[in-house]
Every structure is written in C-alpha cells, then in structure tokens.
C-alpha cells in the first residue's frame, strides 16, 4: 500500500469515533502464584513479552498456565493491516541475537509453552524465515521440554521460506487468516486469502500441527464466517480461534458490530462439527490464548485418529 493510500485510509477510518463497549468487554483480574512469580521475575530480569506489552487481557491465566509470547523481528513492520497496532515503517537491521535472548527468557520464566510471534519483514531476502527457525532451534535447546508455537507471516507463500521453518519442528505452526474473501483485501492489503490457506496446507503437508484464527466485527457475515471455517478446515487446519475486533486507535478499522457472548459459543460449537481438533472461541478471546490447551486437545485428537 503506498503512502498516499495508507493516508487516504486512515482518514477515513477517523471520521468514525471510537465504539463504546458493550458490558461484556471486561477482564476480571484473577492473580495466582504462578502468575505473580512470573510477573516478579519479569520486573526483576527486564524481560520483554507481548503479554504485557500490549496490555493482553489474559495475561492472569496464561502466565498461571506458564504461558507467554514473544514478538521478534522488531517494531516495525513492512506491511499494513488495518486492525493491527503495530506500525508500519522501515524495520531496523536484523538482530541475530534476538532467538538466543529470547530462549533464555523462555528459561528465566520456566514456560511451559511459548508462543513466538513477529512483524512482516518483506525487506530481507528471506523475510525472516531464517529468524523464526532459529529461535525455535534455540528455545527447544535450553528448553526441551517447553511447548514452542510460532505465529508466522506468509512469506510470500514461497515453500522454500515456509520449509526452513517447519523444519525446525515447532509444536505448532500458526498462519492467521483473520477475516473473509469479500473484505480481506480492504483489512489485509499485502495479504492474500488464498495464500494464507496454502500456507496452512504446506504446514498440515509437513507433519506440524496447523492453527489460525479468525476476528469478528470487521464488517463480515454470518455465512461468510462459516464459509470461512470451512475453508480453514479444508486447508489443513487443526486449531482455530475467534475473537471479537477491538480497535486499537481511531486511524484503525472501525468496530462494524459486538458479538455477543452467545455466539461465541455457537462459533464453538459449529466449528468442532465442522472437524476442528481444538476451538477456543470468545469476545477476549486471542489467537495465543491458552495455546498449551489447544495443542493439547490436537495432540489427543491426532492420538485418538490414529488409534482407531
């Protein structure tokens, strides 16, 4: 997306105010003591996880769970979607330090289960391929017995980019399609609905356990979501979650409507018929939410498959 259109966009996104939320937006805070260990030595060591970062709303019950996840790659990134937070800019040098620091963290905090997430990096030859296997490789070595999930970009669906990746062997291997045909290309410009599934697809091809999610409330349809599920499914997709969209700022997409709790669960619901081995579906819900969980119900369903 140029510089102009990106503008023209966001101006366009401003001329609508920032949604007031319905009663059921809200976390309760619900502290424990893994919670609160981890919350210590994380003040303690500076350590940095998007959990607190981005202020997630479960961050009580996945750092209780020993969960966390790490963004790499730095804060900018090289393309442009118009829910996401994250800026888009020109990103800094590589940092091939980055996966050691990472794992370590993993270790300081004793996580049973990571998630590692990252912005685009269309500026490099390999778009960050390179850095998402290594800090697998380095987190699995100081942490053999910790659940490792990355929540990768497309890389251009190129299969040898996807291939250095899956050949580290993540737990799972998660690629967000986030929205429906009709209106991805307006949410996610530099993005591809039919790319995304493929990327699902040569993961499911390569043995991983495959997850993605899906966010309400951009302007898509009832049937347009379950079309989607079933596509999803098609491609080769083990997990999914469904969240409900909340605009980060007023230059964002605006909310085109709430979910109501509800629905959430018929959205669970239709999604174990239509064959998903683990669904998590809520308006707070977030695609690494109780991740260990998820992973779990794919490893017993993969279990269950080949048992019988």
Known sequence: MTERKLLR???????????????????????????????????????????????????????????????????????RCDFCQIDTGKPAPLDRDEPRRVAESVQAMELRYATVTGVARDDLDDEGAWLYAETVRQIRELNPDCGIEVLIPDFSGKPDLLGEVFNAEPSVLAHNLE?????????RPAFRYDRSLDVITQARAAGLVTKSNLILGLGETDEEIDAALIDLHGAGCDLITITQYLRPTPRHHPVERWVAPDDFVAWADRAR???????????????????????????????SRSAT
């Open 9 to 79: 966009l966001e101006v366009r996104n401003t001329q609508t105010p920032i949604e007031r939320k319905p009663e059921w937006i809200k976390t309760r805070l619900r502290t424990g003591p893994e919670y609160t260990a981890i919350r210590a030595l994380v003040d303690r060591e500076g350590l940095h996880t998007v959990c607190q970062e981005a202020g997630c709303p479960n961050i009580y019950e996945c750092w209780e769970d020993r969960e966390a996840t790490f963004l790499i790659g730095g804060e900018q990134c090289t393309r």
């Open 273 to 303: 018929a239509i064959g998903f081995a683990g669904v998590m579906s809520g308006p707070l819900v977030r695609s690494s939410y109780r991740a260990g969980r998820l992973y779990a119900e794919a490893v017993a369903a993969r279990s």
């Open 179 to 187: 929205t429906v045909p009709r209106i991805f290309k307006r949410i």
